[in-house]
């Protein structure tokens, strides 16, 4: 089966000029689909997450740790392995968003849905996290 490859808005246009056209990649490392985010997108939601986990409603999952600490896949080329994926998961479902996020980098709902979405089909599998 061929792998598939899922974007967000921004990951699915050309980056504003300046801006290099690079990726945070959420992979399963058994069927090798992908769901792609800009950096500035993923650092946008790593932000809503780090501001839950200062208001004490989430936990210091694996994931804002290896972003807060510069770890795995925020350290120029490494590899994060998702270690608690339904924390995450549900994590990411507590971010308040809104369906005005116009400015590039930030992540609108539907963005967040389809990770998610993505995240849940592949509960069963183990997600990676890296750049390119």
Same mark, same amino acid.
């Not at 409603?57 to 994931?63: A, L, Q, R, S």
């Given at each position: 089966?061929?792998?598939?490859?899922?974007?967000?808005?921004?990951?699915?246009?050309?980056?504003?000029?300046?801006?290099?056209?690079?990726?945070?990649?959420?992979?399963? &490392?058994?069927?090798? !689909?992908?769901? *792609?985010?800009?950096?500035?997108?993923?650092?946008?939601?790593?932000? +809503?997450?780090?501001? /839950?986990?200062?208001?004490?409603?989430?936990?210091?999952?694996?994931? &804002?740790?290896?972003? !807060?600490?510069? *770890?795995?896949?925020?350290?120029?080329?490494?590899?994060?392995?998702? +270690?608690?994926?339904? /924390?995450?998961?549900?994590?990411?479902?507590?971010?308040?968003?809104?369906?005005?996020?116009?400015?590039?980098?930030?992540?609108?709902?539907?963005?967040?849905?389809?990770?998610?979405?993505?995240?849940?089909?592949?509960?069963?599998?183990?997600?990676?996290?890296?750049?390119?």
């Amino acid at each position: 089966m061929t792998p598939q490859e899922y974007k967000t808005k921004w990951a699915s246009e050309s980056p504003p000029y300046g801006t290099f056209d690079d990726y945070v990649i959420f992979e399963s &490392l058994i069927s090798n !689909n992908r769901y *792609l985010v800009r950096p500035e997108e993923s650092d946008y939601l790593m932000n +809503k997450l780090f501001d /839950k986990w200062q208001q004490n409603k989430i936990d210091y999952i694996h994931v &804002l740790k290896d972003w !807060n600490e510069c *770890l795995g896949a925020w350290n120029g080329g490494g590899i994060t392995l998702i +270690k608690d994926l339904p /924390k995450f998961i549900e994590a990411i479902r507590l971010i308040d968003l809104t369906d005005n996020s116009e400015g590039y980098g930030e992540m609108t709902s539907q963005d967040i849905g389809h990770l998610v979405e993505f995240l849940t089909n592949h509960q069963e599998e183990e997600i990676s996290i890296h750049c390119e």
